[in-house]
């Protein structure tokens, strides 16, 4: 079904979005849009972090648990 759109019908689509809507109700929508996307990739980053980080937690203690005792 998609791909009989072609051109044309983008252009038709795109054309009458904009007549639905104006040119600034879609200027702010992409704008929260693209805040979204940007928090989007913050989180995930900061999910790679954590993990990341509990990794390296558990890494750093590499004495086996009879010596630890003994200290």
């Known amino acids: 079904m998609l791909n009989n759109i072609g051109l044309p019908g983008l252009l038709l689509i795109a054309v009458v979005v904009l007549v639905l809507f104006g040119r600034?109700?879609?200027?702010?929508?992409?704008g929260e849009v693209g805040k979204g996307i940007t928090a989007f990739k913050k989180g995930v980053d900061d999910g790679k972090q954590e993990i990341e980080d509990a990794k390296a937690e558990e890494a750093k203690d590499v004495t086996p648990e009879d010596e630890k005792d003994k200290a």
């Open 24 to 30: 600034g109700k879609i200027s702010s929508l992409m």
